[in-house]
């Protein structure tokens, strides 16, 4: 660990060590602590290392992050799934009525959400979109290994426009360009800019797009536009807008019915 110290906290820093040799080597915290005396073949060891020196996340260096009950391939291409993304998905579940939906994924990524919509409720039509090819066969790779069936699409949606669906769940980039100067290293290194990052002065772009195309929404969001978020959902005829906190009292995810 100590050769990570000037990259994270102690704490941090177990946490990255426990997830790598957890991942390369099938070792727990226990397992480590009880070998720590033995000698233990780790062939990419200096790789690994080297590329964790520079920032790179654990998930990307090891090529997998979980997501829900399940893993997912991640690398360079997509955003590494967060806490509060599970979240959204647990209430998308937790409203979704029993009958079969179409339901579209905007922005998939990994396809993280479009997955775990698939294996919680396979009755449903789950549709994923994204603007990055490199991303989508990322995502087709889950599905397969997950076993679900999920309708792949390359769409950019600022030129085209949405599969017709009766719910649209999306983790757009909302991220103002400026706010990279106080984001850590690992995250603006190497997550894709693609899937963070708009405009200063148009950060409710992606959400203005696919609000206009959709009757019922689910956003994550960032959490310092829940107001504005409010209003132009309000400004598009959604009559039910519900905002939501996360598990950490940020505002973080929106619903909005017509």
Same mark, same amino acid.
């Given at each position: 660990m100590s050769a990570l110290a000037n990259i994270y906290d102690e704490r941090e820093a177990q946490n990255v060590v426990s997830y790598w040799f957890e991942q390369r080597l099938g070792l727990t915290r226990t397992d480590f602590v009880l070998k720590m005396n033995e000698s233990i073949d780790f062939p990419s060891y200096e790789e690994d290392l080297s590329r964790l020196q520079q920032h790179e996340p654990v998930q990307y260096v090891c090529g997998r992050a979980p997501f829900m009950d399940f893993w997912?391939?991640?690398s360079v291409a997509t955003l590494i799934p967060r806490p509060e993304t599970e979240e959204l998905v647990q209430? #998308? $579940?937790?409203?979704l009525p029993q009958q079969k939906l179409t339901l579209l994924d905007v922005g998939t990524g990994s396809g993280a959400i479009a997955i775990a919509l698939k294996r919680a409720r396979p009755d449903c039509? #789950?549709?994923a979109v994204d603007v990055d090819s490199e991303a989508l066969d990322i995502a087709r790779r889950n599905a397969n290994e997950c076993g679900t069936e999920v309708d792949f699409i390359e769409v950019d949606v600022l030129e085209h426009g949405l599969p017709a669906a009766d719910i649209i769940i999306s983790n757009p980039p909302y991220i103002p360009v400026t706010e990279q100067n106080s984001m850590e290293p690992h995250v603006i290194s190497h997550e894709p800019g693609l899937a963070l990052f708009v405009p200063?002065?148009?950060? $409710? !772009?992606?959400?203005? =797009? =696919?609000? *206009? *195309?959709?009757?019922?929404?689910?956003?994550?969001?960032? !959490?310092e536009f829940g107001k504005e978020m409010r209003e132009m959902l309000a400004k598009f005829g959604f009559d039910r807008i519900e905002l939501r906190k996360d598990l950490q009292g940020r505002d973080r995810m929106i619903l909005a019915q017509r």
């Open positions: 997912l391939e991640v209430w #998308v $579940l937790d409203s039509t #789950v549709i200063d002065n148009d950060p $409710l !772009m992606f959400y203005r =797009i =696919i609000a *206009q *195309q959709a009757s019922t929404v689910f956003f994550e969001i960032h !959490m």
